[in-house]
């Protein structure tokens, strides 16, 4: 999200997750540079490490992260398909 959020303003990460090869780099690059028409398949079931208080995401907040996301990729003028099930 941050990268997303960054692209949509100032950009100043974009050295940062072009020249990196971490799994956000990546997938940054993968939303923004290559992909044209994106589609997330988003699972709803009950996952028993959505329930342990000690991680630091819960369902809600994926949720809120995936929608976010979606936003951000449409301002970019991306055809997004958020599907859950």
Known sequence: ???A??????????????GNDD???????LLIEEATDINFFVGRA???AHQNP??????????HLVEELA????LM?????VTYF
Request: net charge negative; aromatic share 14%; proline share 7%.
């Open 1 to 3: 999200m941050e990268y």
């Open 5 to 18: 959020k960054d692209y949509l303003h100032e950009n100043d990460l974009y050295f940062e997750w072009m």
């Open 23 to 29: 799994g956000a780099s990546q997938i940054v690059r």
């Open 46 to 48: 009950v996952n028993p």
């Open 54 to 63: 000690g991680l630091p995401i819960n369902f809600n907040i994926k949720m």
């Open 71 to 74: 936003e951000s990729l449409r």
């Open 77 to 81: 003028d991306k055809p997004i398909k």
